[in-house]
């Protein structure tokens, strides 16, 4: 049998725009209100999926969120014809209108987490889509994740879907971007790190002061019970309270691991000394590489604004791995200078590649935010939804479906116009078929 890590993308909404939703998420405030272009945004993170997928890679497309969510709107009060809704929220909410049309759940890394059947004991690929509640525009997304999850792991004998976790700060849980999986192959039971940024039963540990901590210790207890996975091969990390504060919202914007490599920057965790150490035990006797990256080579806000860390690292065919990073990382000396070196010291890690993700990064999400990780064997590979597989038809037609219902510039006062919902739903609708989702919005039931 043979294993593989897939990619899932986020295909980014219609209504991809810069509304300056997220504190503690330095890109998101500082291009607030800047104007967007969600056909190029759609077609940068396809660019990536694609040379993913021409490089031996299996890539996946989840499908983007209802937005604007009328649903949302008239749960909280506004009421009248579509047209009205949005235009009374705009008139007297104006910010819970943008929170209801962010295309956010392109961040698949957001989207849920997920634990290859190699790890559970029951032998089933486990996901969890993550409640996303310490931003309004976010926590909106769970149940329709939940749906298209469904719809494109579409197997029960396989996949083992569950709700996402309670809908209370105590349950902070941002999925995967705060996850990662170390294994020697990926079919072998991996060792997964949960890394939370406080603990929601515990007042007296360690917490930023500044910016908020997303994920709580509890969720992710939550998450390792419900997946089944074994004490042995779990290891819960505390985040950095202070880089925290200084703009690593998610574990992902400072560390990022594959099979037996796990890359990160010198102030990322707590304690590193004693979890690196609690790894290697658990990990067992297999080669493991901890690549380390100095404060002196790369300071904390050179790692935020290219985001070094939220790169992914992939295993090619050949064995191989490879840094697939944002340019950004490229137009950065410090950080362009260290990727340089680090395929030359003597790890897995052979090549780097570079990609146009600006779109996606100018709300601070990057290569590795654009991805959702799902380890799995060929059995399972062939219980997926076989038309959410990227290929060279599948590429080419959703290049044709972005041409034909993308706008290439949007601003958040054109959230209001009602033309943009009824767009967004042609092309949604049309998506779905395209996809063989089913009905997954609320706007189909
Ligand atoms: N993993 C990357 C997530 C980025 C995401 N940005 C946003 O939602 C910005 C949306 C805006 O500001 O328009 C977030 O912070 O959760």
Avoid at 18 to 36: D, E, P
Avoid at 90 to 111: F, G, I, V
Avoid at 164 to 170: C, G, K, V
Avoid at 324 to 329: K, L, S, V
Wanted: net charge negative; proline share 4%; charged share 20%.
């Amino acid at each position: 049998m043979k294993h593989f890590e897939a990619n899932f993308d986020g295909l980014v909404g219609p209504t991809h725009n810069y509304a300056g939703l997220s504190f503690g998420n330095v890109a998101s405030l500082s291009n607030a209100a800047a104007v967007s272009n969600p056909k190029a945004a759609a077609k940068q993170g396809l660019q990536k999926a694609k040379a993913l997928a021409d490089m031996g890679m299996v890539q996946g497309m989840l499908a983007p969120q209802e937005r604007p969510d009328l649903h949302t709107l008239r749960r909280i009060g506004f009421t009248g014809s579509d047209a009205e809704v949005l235009n009374k929220a705009a008139k007297q909410a104006p910010a819970l209108l943008r929170a209801c049309c962010s295309a956010s759940s392109m961040w698949t890394a957001n989207a849920a987490t997920v634990s290859p059947s190699a790890d559970c004991a029951d032998g089933k690929l486990h996901f969890t889509p993550a409640n996303l509640v310490d931003k309004l525009h976010r926590s909106i997304e769970p149940v329709t994740t939940g749906n298209i999850l469904a719809a494109t792991f579409n197997n029960e004998k396989h996949f083992s879907h569950h709700q996402h976790l309670p809908e209370h700060a105590s349950f902070g849980d941002e999925g995967a971007a705060n996850h990662t999986r170390l294994c020697n192959e990926y079919g072998n039971k991996g060792l997964e790190l949960f890394v939370y940024g406080q603990e929601a039963t515990n007042p007296a540990a360690p917490k930023p002061s500044k910016y908020p901590a997303r994920q709580t210790l509890e969720a992710s207890q939550a998450i390792a019970r419900l997946h089944k996975l074994d004490d042995d091969n779990t290891v819960y990390i505390s985040q950095n309270p202070d880089v925290i504060d200084q703009g690593v919202f998610h574990n992902d914007v400072i560390a990022v691991g594959n099979q037996n490599v796990l890359f990160y920057h010198q102030q990322a965790f707590l304690n590193t000394q004693h979890k690196l150490d609690e790894i290697k035990r658990k990990f067992g006797s297999s080669e493991l590489h901890f690549i380390e990256v100095p404060t002196d080579k790369v300071g904390i806000q050179d790692a935020v604004k290219s985001y070094l860390f939220n790169t992914q690292i992939i295993t090619l065919p050949s064995g191989e791995m490879a840094i697939i990073a944002p340019t950004n990382c490229q137009e950065n000396e410090a950080v362009h200078a260290y990727l340089q070196e680090v395929v030359t010291l003597g790890t897995p890690i052979k090549q780097v590649h570079y990609f146009d993700v600006k779109q996606s990064m100018q709300n601070g999400g990057g290569p590795a935010c654009l991805r959702l990780r799902v380890a799995m064997n060929d059995t399972e590979v062939a219980a997926v939804n076989q038309h959410t597989l990227m290929n060279d038809v599948l590429f080419s037609e959703l290049n044709n479906w972005v041409d034909k219902h993308y706008r290439d510039r949007l601003s958040v006062d054109d959230l209001a116009d009602p033309q943009v919902l009824i767009e967004s739903r042609t092309a949604l609708d049309e998506l779905t078929q395209l996809m063989q989702l089913g009905s997954v919005y609320q706007f189909q039931k």
